[in-house]
T-cell receptor
Framework: GESVGLHLPTLSVQEGDNSIINCAYSNSASDYFIWYKQESGKGPQFIIDIRSNMDKRQGQRVTVLLNKTVKHLSLQIAATQPGDSAVYFCAERQSGGGADGLTFGKGTHLIIQP | EAGVTQSPTHLIKTRGQQATLRCSPISGHTSVYWYQQALGLGLQFLLWYDEGEERNRGNFPPRFSGRQFPNYSSELNVNALELEDSALYLC???????????FGSGTRLTVV
């Protein structure tokens, strides 16, 4: 079936730089997208979400961009800090909920270089 | 507000045994989801419970089963454990119909 995928499994950035984590999705019926952060030994933690009727949403130091034309989702983290080191997952949900709930990508490991 | 709690945090079992994992959702959340996260892989959907009923299950064999209790807590049972069942098992909860989930910290199951 259709699924969410990520372009890069590992992303290394310098502390203080901006990070951009990308995600491609193929299910045109998805109307809700969410980013989770998972630190080592912990469960995924909600970062930010966006509905398909929006193309941008901002939070504290994070921005999610949605390009429905090319089915692309990105998470931007401003002024990356050591505490941002984690695996980041994007997830999608089909319009109406979908039988499987959220479908997750494999994740991108963000590494912060000092 | 207490988050989603899972127990035990770690579990070591022998191949062929049964494992029981438990999850308590956030108060007021009626939906509970179970995911398997094998090392280095993403989250694979296992089961979804809402109001005590199994709403859907992922592509896992029948030896993965569970239930949801009247207080909305949930239990995941894995019978006839195999080595490849070793993984982090995550439970999440949400309000009925809500799109976002809140996850627990998981149970690390190791099958030896």
């Amino acid at each position: 079936g259709e699924s969410v995928g990520l372009h890069l499994p590992t992303l290394s950035v310098q502390e203080g730089d901006n990070s951009i984590i990308n995600c491609a999705y193929s299910n045109s019926a998805s109307d809700y997208f969410i980013w989770y952060k998972q630190e080592s030994g912990k469960g995924p933690q909600f970062i930010i979400d966006i509905r398909s009727n929006m193309d941008k949403r901002q939070g504290q130091r994070v921005t999610v961009l949605l390009n429905k034309t090319v089915k692309h989702l990105s998470l931007q983290i401003a002024a990356t800090q050591p505490g941002d080191s984690a695996v980041y997952f994007c997830a999608e949900r089909q319009s109406g909920g979908g039988a499987d709930g959220l479908t997750f990508g494999k994740g991108t490991h963000l590494i912060i270089q000092p | 507000e207490a988050g989603v709690t899972q127990s035990p945090t770690h579990l070591i079992k022998t191949r062929g045994q049964q494992a029981t994992l438990r999850c308590s959702p956030i108060s007021g959340h009626t939906s509970v989801y179970w995911y398997q996260q094998a090392l280095g892989l993403g989250l694979q959907f296992l089961l979804w419970y809402d109001e005590g009923e199994e709403r859907n299950r992922g592509n896992f064999p029948p030896r993965f089963s569970g239930r949801q209790f009247p207080n909305y807590s949930s239990e995941l049972n894995v019978n006839a454990l195999e080595l490849e069942d070793s993984a982090l098992y995550l439970c999440a909860s949400s309000l009925e119909g809500a799109y976002g989930y809140t996850f627990g910290s998981g149970t690390r199951l190791t099958v030896v």
